[in-house]
């Protein structure tokens, strides 16, 4: 079972101490790798013996881990904690399938309780450092690290998702944060990587430059755009996968900016023998 499955199942079966000890672990998360009962119990307001007893499900539920001098919060206990606080905002009222497993995340299909679908994408920077961290001990402390980025990383790309929306840049629309996890529009199409026909290759093309144009107008630079974050659902296109997007005012804004157009302009060259002069492009989007 991935962390999330695991969090999706224990969120039905867990009861409201255990997501007071949950919370309190999280909340401690930014001071602590670990964290003793005591230290549990005076956080979450509780007896010391209901603390140990709820932890101990916790454990039991595979959302903590116990090493020598108390308990770690893991990853399936992030991912529970951020279901849990969707649920209870009635953001959504659960989970579908997997709809893309990134580099740096998974995503899945979400039911509002309207049953609408929406997507989840929980934050998975450093996956490849904290897979073994139950086995390994070592790792306790680069999972800290990992899950404090990530939590950074979800308001960063919610953050930007709220300006480039507002701005009428074509982005997922953002419905809530939830530490490492963002709710947003869920888009029925797919990566350009992957689409095999386009109408108009240079239409398509000249709607991403569009939206990089009205993005770098909020002061926001993708940083990351390729085939793989721009989603094309049969007549628009959508940018996707902000949270490493940057000002205009960062000392490398314009080397990414170039390499972001292009990205793109070398896609459609392979893939669409379309020519488009890179310094066309970059007027453009700075016009
Ligand atoms: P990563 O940093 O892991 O690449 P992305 O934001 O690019 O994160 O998301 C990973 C994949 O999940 C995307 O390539 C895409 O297939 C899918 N995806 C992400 N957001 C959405 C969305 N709002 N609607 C539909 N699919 C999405
Ligand atoms: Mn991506």
């Given at each position: 079972?991935s962390?999330?499955e695991?969090?999706?199942?224990a969120?039905?079966?867990?009861?409201?101490e255990?997501?007071?000890?949950?919370?309190?672990?999280?909340?401690?998360?930014?001071?602590?790798?670990?964290?003793?009962?005591?230290?549990?119990?005076?956080?979450?307001?509780?007896?010391?013996?209901?603390?140990?007893?709820?932890?101990?499900?916790?454990?039991q539920?595979?959302?903590?881990?116990?090493?020598?001098?108390?308990?770690?919060?893991?990853?399936?206990?992030l991912?529970?904690?951020?279901?849990?606080?969707?649920?209870?905002?009635?953001?959504?009222?659960g989970?579908?399938?997997s709809?893309?497993?990134?580099?740096?995340?998974?995503?899945?299909?979400?039911?509002?309780?309207?049953?609408?679908?929406l997507?989840?994408?929980?934050?998975?920077?450093?996956?490849?450092?904290?897979r073994?961290v139950?086995?390994?001990?070592?790792?306790?402390?680069q999972?800290h690290?990992?899950?404090?980025?990530?939590i950074?990383?979800?308001?960063?790309?919610?953050?930007?998702l709220?300006?480039?929306?507002?701005?009428?840049?074509?982005?997922?629309?953002?419905?809530?944060?939830?530490?490492?996890?963002?709710?947003?529009e869920r888009?029925q199409?797919?990566?350009?990587i992957?689409?095999?026909?386009?109408?108009?290759?240079?239409?398509?093309?000249?709607?991403?430059?569009?939206n990089?144009?009205?993005?770098?107008?909020?002061?926001?630079i993708?940083a990351d755009?390729?085939?793989?974050?721009?989603?094309?659902?049969?007549s628009?296109?959508?940018?996707?996968?902000?949270?490493?997007?940057?000002?205009?005012?960062?000392?490398n804004?314009?080397?990414?900016l170039?390499?972001?157009i292009?990205?793109?302009?070398?896609?459609?060259?392979r893939?669409?023998?379309?020519?488009?002069?890179?310094?066309?492009?970059?007027?453009?989007?700075?016009g």
């Amino acid at each position: 079972m991935s962390s999330a499955e695991v969090a999706a199942k224990a969120v039905k079966s867990i009861e409201h101490e255990e997501f007071k000890i949950l919370t309190a672990l999280t909340e401690l998360l930014r001071n602590y790798e670990s964290v003793t009962i005591t230290q549990l119990a005076t956080k979450a307001r509780m007896h010391v013996d209901k603390a140990a007893f709820s932890i101990n499900k916790l454990n039991q539920m595979g959302l903590v881990v116990k090493r020598t001098r108390g308990y770690s919060l893991i990853m399936a206990g992030l991912d529970a904690l951020a279901l849990k606080i969707l649920v209870d905002r009635n953001i959504i009222i659960g989970m579908g399938s997997s709809i893309g497993v990134g580099k740096e995340s998974d995503v899945f299909d979400a039911f509002t309780p309207a049953q609408k679908i929406l997507a989840i994408k929980f934050f998975r920077i450093g996956r490849t450092s904290f897979r073994d961290v139950k086995r390994k001990r070592s790792f306790s402390s680069q999972l800290h690290h990992w899950l404090l980025v990530n939590i950074s990383a979800a308001k960063r790309e919610f953050n930007a998702l709220n300006i480039l929306h507002k701005s009428g840049v074509m982005v997922p629309t953002p419905y809530a944060l939830a530490k490492h996890a963002i709710v947003m529009e869920r888009i029925q199409g797919s990566r350009l990587i992957h689409c095999d026909e386009l109408k108009d290759p240079r239409h398509t093309l000249e709607s991403v430059l569009d939206n990089v144009r009205l993005a770098l107008k909020v002061d926001l630079i993708s940083a990351d755009l390729s085939e793989y974050n721009v989603l094309y659902d049969g007549s628009d296109v959508w940018i996707i996968d902000w949270p490493q997007s940057i000002s205009v005012k960062h000392p490398n804004a314009d080397a990414l900016l170039k390499r972001d157009i292009q990205n793109m302009l070398k896609f459609f060259k392979r893939k669409y023998g379309l020519k488009y002069e890179l310094t066309d492009a970059l007027n453009y989007v700075k016009g």
